[in-house]
């Protein structure tokens, strides 16, 4: 379906609503914030978060170290003798 198809179908259910009377629908209410958001941040309690930023800080302090082991020493491009 391509942009004109899909503009000329939601013109067409606007057109509908208006002549129905409804005030507003899905279609034509504002977008906010909280709708982009996944819905298990909108269920997020001071215990649940306190419980995530201990795993994350321990999670962290596994894998930083970790990834440092594998990173090396730095190449350098000029010879020291």
């Not at 002549?19 to 941040?41: D, H």
């Not at 306190?50 to 010879?79: I, T």
């Amino acid at each position: 379906m391509d942009r004109a198809s899909f503009a000329l179908i939601i013109n067409q259910k606007m057109a509908k609503e208006k002549q129905s009377g409804l005030s507003q629908s899905k279609l034509t209410k504002p977008l906010r914030a909280v709708n982009f958001l996944p819905t298990w941040v909108t269920e997020l309690t001071a215990s649940t978060l306190r419980v995530d930023v201990v795993a994350g800080v321990a999670l962290a302090g596994l894998l930083v170290p970790e990834g440092m082991a594998y990173a090396g020493p730095k190449q350098s491009h000029f010879r020291v003798y």
